[in-house]
């Protein structure tokens, strides 16, 4: 069940105990981080490939294009490096020694306030296709640390999303049956088109007033 700002409120028929958030898009929204994410995959490719950072870019976005046909839309930084030749292993280390999203990023408190307002009632957890290394800078960055019950990262496996075997680990380590879990992200083919198939409900979300809807979704959910 996918759920969207125009679908309240949230099905009183359904349970939910565990909200799985995605980060990036989802718990922030940054054009300016973003494309500093990309430069840096450029970068690290270009290494790799011995080309400029002008022609990595451009065969990243042809190898994005290529995998967008082939997998129904899902294009990851990870699955692009992975095509190329890259490690993403690699990647990551490079991320995490060349980014810095304090440059970008602030805490907002609207968004503090949400995830105090349902960590009182739910679960919280994040599941991402960060590091753990940067995925904790953004974290604090963004002033929610204390909120989230674990975090679940790529370098957990080093498999990034979609991935449904990781999926199924993820609500095993929660302790909760799929429609319990609720998944919120950005992105439908990435972040919640395996959960829904799952039997999960998920909630896409592409802005910071979109996600603040969560709480008039959530209104019929028992304290």
């Known amino acids: 069940?996918?759920?969207?700002?125009?679908?309240?409120?949230?099905?009183?028929?359904?349970?939910?105990?565990?909200?799985?958030?995605?980060m990036d898009g989802t718990?922030?929204?940054?054009?300016?981080?973003?494309s500093a994410i990309k430069q840096a995959a450029a970068s690290y490719m270009s290494g790799v490939l011995g080309s400029s950072s002008d022609e990595s870019r451009r065969m990243m976005s042809e190898s994005g294009k290529s995998l967008a046909q082939e997998k129904n839309g899902v294009v990851t930084l990870s699955g692009v490096c992975a095509r190329l030749g890259g490690n993403i292993r690699d990647m990551h280390k490079f991320f995490g020694e060349n980014l810095q999203p304090e440059d970008f990023l602030t805490s907002n408190y609207r968004v503090v306030d949400l995830?105090?307002?349902?960590s009182k009632r739910f679960k919280l957890y994040i599941?991402?296709?960060?590091?753990?290394?940067?995925?904790?800078?953004i974290i604090q960055i963004l002033g929610i640390e204390g909120f989230f019950s674990a975090l679940f990262t790529i370098d957990d496996d080093w498999i990034a999303k979609p991935n449904t075997e990781k999926l199924g680990w993820i609500l095993n380590e929660i302790g909760v049956y799929p429609n319990e879990a609720l998944f919120v992200g950005d992105r439908y083919n990435v972040d919640l088109r395996i959960p829904e198939q799952k039997?999960?409900?998920?909630?896409l979300s592409q802005s910071i007033d979109e996600l603040l809807l969560l709480d008039r979704l959530l209104d019929n959910q028992a304290t």
Do not use: H, Q, W
Request: aromatic content about 12%.
């Open 127 to 137: 599941y991402t296709n960060n590091s753990r290394k940067l995925s904790e800078k």
């Open 199 to 203: 039997g999960c409900p998920v909630y």
């Open 1 to 22: 069940m996918i759920l969207s700002a125009s679908e309240i409120p949230f099905p009183s028929a359904i349970v939910i105990k565990a909200i799985i958030f995605d």
């Open 27 to 34: 718990l922030y929204v940054s054009d300016e981080f973003t």
């Open 115 to 118: 995830l105090e307002r349902l």
